[in-house]
């Protein structure tokens, strides 16, 4: 191990420089060993915290000025002061690695500020909603369409017969051509016997407490109110002034 004369750290066999001050191993600057005072004033891990340590430099070199012997050395004198300020200069560089824990403290307060977010709490007013729910009150209006006493008619406004009128009953009245089965509103003579659109059993029209529906007997060519289909199975209310189509016969609902 080679001693460093200037600080007294230990260093490799071979080093050139002192791994701890940095001074030059090379120089024959025996004398300095009196400087090992330097040595006290650098202290294991006191140097970080301890910037006066360049105070003690000029400590020790006023009692190490009366010695002539070390005027000749002199030149050297200066390399030890500069090692000393190196040494410095690696403490400034420990200092920022210490600094870091300084930033580290920061992210922790960051996390504490989590704030409670109670407002949203107060957003709770879509209880608001029953309100709404007491509007399921769409009772449909079953007010009589024809009023009481009066008797709709069916009026051909199309067919070979037109003006013809066909009087509806309480009831069902079937709307078709008279076979097997009686019909009530027989088109049998409204077509042509080239042009025969209407079913045997074609519709039927019911009619109670004053309201009137017809509905569709799966006929061949269908069954409309005011120019719309109506399928089998299928309602439709009439109303004065409604246009029936059977086939190629037209009638409207009057009163």
Known sequence: MVKCPYCGYSNEEGSLFCEQCKSDLTSPTVPMA????????IPAAEPILSAPVAEAIPATA???VPVAEAVPVAPTIPTAESPAIATAAPVAEAVPSATPVAEAVPTAIPTSPATPPP????????PSSPAGVAAPAPAAPTAPVFPPGTQPRLKV???MKIGDEFPIYEGENFIGRADEKP???DLEYQ???DRIWTSRQHAVIIFENGQMHIEDLNSANGTYVNR???YPGQ???LKPGDVIQIGTVQMRVVV
């Open 157 to 159: 406004i199309r067919g």
């Open 191 to 193: 077509e042509p016997p």
């Open 34 to 41: 009196e400087a090992a005072p330097v040595a006290e004033a």
């Open 235 to 237: 309602k439709q209310p």
């Open 119 to 126: 407002p949203s709490g107060t957003a709770t007013v879509p």
């Open 62 to 64: 006023q009692p190490a």
């Open 228 to 230: 719309q289909r109506v």
């Open 183 to 185: 019909v009530d509103i």
